[in-house]
């Protein structure tokens, strides 16, 4: 346990794509931006910055990719979308860029990779994640993506949670 | 949920503005003050229909990364190897799946560097193998879900 604890000690000291105020705001909104009519004024007025120089630095990180959006997470359950399924796909090497994105362009999809095989236990190369509010309906989406993949698919699976063992989001230490 | 939460929620999926005050615009469309249409998001995430709302970070444009992993873990052992991974700060989410790799979590790390050795960690304290599934390349992600 002290081998790993010092390998991370010692990968953090690699240079950082943000500066140390960048980071005070993503630990100030981790959970979230502040609910008033001016938030990114009270979150200057908290971390004692100027609200100019906050807002310039999120619109920065937002360019650059660390901040994808500014948005709400909707919690799948609550509105209704019960049934969650992980699909794997097997599909030739050659094609999975093109089929990939043509996957990822259904609506239905929410997360659309491409992840290494583990052969001869795992042979799936496409990961899409279908949701829906019941069973028939995941079905026939799934269905979709078959009937899109045709022939050069050979192979698929598709796995449900049974349970969530943990979830928490991405945690900077302050 | 109501009509006027159906289009808020809808709406706050897609992102708002960079600016001092962000929320007028949506409250403008859905005909409420702006004060109105903060208590309604309050009300939200404290039902749970929302789980967050805010920036939504990109660890691998951070440095970092987020990689899936699986394991085999044998029936017996289940719930407890389940909280010798969760013990893992690194862990961010952790399903049990119904397949013979059948524990599933997602790592990440704010080097990319690091997962290999927090890999190697979990390895150790489970005595299982950990099947890792990086993404090699990604095609979507962030889906709206219409209400």
């Excluded at chain 2, 998001?41 to 929302?50: E, F």
Aim: glycine letters at 6%.
């Amino acid at each position: 346990m002290m081998r790993y604890q010092d390998a991370l000690t010692d990968t953090a000291q690699h240079a950082e794509p943000i500066d140390a105020v960048d980071r005070q705001i993503i630990v100030a909104t981790q959970a979230g931006l502040p609910l008033v009519a001016a938030p990114y004024d009270a979150l200057a007025e908290q971390l004692g910055l100027d609200v100019n120089d906050v807002l310039a630095r999120v619109a920065a990180m937002q360019a650059s990719g660390i901040i994808r959006r500014i948005a709400a997470v909707p919690n799948h359950y609550a509105l209704g979308y019960t049934v969650n399924g992980m699909t794997v796909w097997n599909i030739p090497d050659e094609l999975i860029s093109e089929f990939g994105r043509q996957v990822g362009s259904l609506d239905f999809v929410s997360h659309c990779y491409r992840r290494p095989r583990h052969l001869p236990l795992w042979p799936y190369n496409l990961f899409a994640m279908v949701h829906g509010c019941t069973q028939q309906d995941v079905d026939e989406k799934i269905a979709v993506i078959g009937a899109l993949l045709g022939d050069h698919c050979r192979g698929h699976e598709v796995l449900y949670s049974k349970r969530i063992l943990k979830k928490t989001g991405l945690r900077l230490k302050g | 949920m109501d009509e006027t939460d159906r289009r808020l929620v809808n709406r706050l999926q897609e992102g708002l503005p960079v600016s001092r005050r962000p929320f007028d615009e949506i409250a403008d469309t859905l005909g409420l003050s702006v004060d109105a249409l903060l208590e309604r998001i309050q009300r939200l995430l404290d039902d749970k229909v929302l789980t967050r709302f805010g920036p939504m970070f990109n660890a691998e444009n951070l440095g970092g990364a987020l990689s899936l992993c699986a394991m085999q873990v044998p029936r017996d052992r289940y719930d407890e190897v389940a909280q010798q991974v969760n013990v893992f700060p690194e862990v961010a989410h952790n399903y049990e799946r119904d397949h013979s790799l059948n524990m599933w979590f997602v790592l990440a790390t704010e080097r990319a560097e690091q997962a290999a050795t927090v890999i190697a960690a979990i390895e150790q304290a489970t005595a299982c193998k950990v099947y890792d599934l990086p993404k090699q390349e990604e095609f979507y992600i962030g889906l709206k879900l219409a209400v």
